[in-house]
């Protein structure tokens, strides 16, 4: 069986963030608003699986945060696999698929971002990263640091 969005959405573990989220100027926005993503260092990087990872991206022009998963090999059916990104202070979470990321990882794709947190201390992020098992409903999932 192969997995839907809603079931990778589900699989994360998580649910509406809206309340007492905080509002800043780059939450939501892609990594290439402003150029953030030419300051991009990877704070941190976790395998999945044998041929899935996900990354913890920060901006140091932009003091922001992003989630970035990658499979080593073209993706074998949509909705392959998934990021998270969320942010300690408030719960303010995206994934791939939010409005500003590029999409869930489909297939023949490697990889997906999602949109960005501001991430300037007190506030630390974390990513999460989810891969289908082909032909199956299970997934695994690994996430970050905080930073």
């Given at each position: 069986?192969?997995?839907?969005?809603?079931?990778?959405?589900?699989?994360?573990?998580?649910?509406?963030?809206?309340?007492?989220?905080?509002?800043?100027?780059?939450?939501?926005?892609?990594?290439?608003?402003?150029?953030?993503?030419?300051?991009?260092?990877?704070?941190h990087k976790k395998w999945?699986?044998?041929?899935?990872?996900?990354?913890?991206?920060?901006?140091?022009?932009?003091?922001?945060?992003?989630?970035?998963?990658?499979?080593?090999?073209?993706?074998?059916?949509?909705?392959?696999?998934?990021?998270?990104?969320?942010?300690?202070?408030?719960?303010?979470?995206?994934?791939?698929?939010?409005?500003?990321?590029?999409?869930?990882?489909?297939?023949?794709?490697?990889?997906?971002y999602t949109p960005m947190?501001?991430?300037?201390?007190?506030?630390?992020?974390?990513?999460?990263?989810?891969?289908?098992?082909?032909?199956?409903?299970?997934?695994?999932?690994?996430?970050?640091?905080?930073?």
């Amino acid at each position: 069986m192969i997995l839907t969005l809603s079931t990778l959405v589900g699989a994360f573990g998580f649910g509406s963030t809206e309340a007492a989220a905080e509002n800043h100027s780059y939450d939501g926005k892609s990594p290439y608003y402003n150029s953030c993503a030419s300051t991009a260092v990877t704070k941190h990087k976790k395998w999945i699986d044998s041929v899935s990872y996900v990354e913890l991206k920060f901006s140091t022009k932009c003091k922001t945060a992003w989630a970035k998963v990658t499979v080593t090999r073209p993706a074998i059916y949509n909705h392959e696999a998934d990021a998270r990104i969320v942010r300690s202070t408030d719960g303010k979470a995206y994934t791939c698929n939010s409005s500003g990321g590029n999409g869930v990882v489909n297939k023949g794709q490697r990889s997906c971002y999602t949109p960005m947190v501001y991430d300037l201390d007190p506030r630390k992020a974390q990513a999460q990263g989810i891969h289908a098992i082909p032909n199956s409903d299970a997934y695994k999932k690994a996430v970050t640091i905080w930073y």
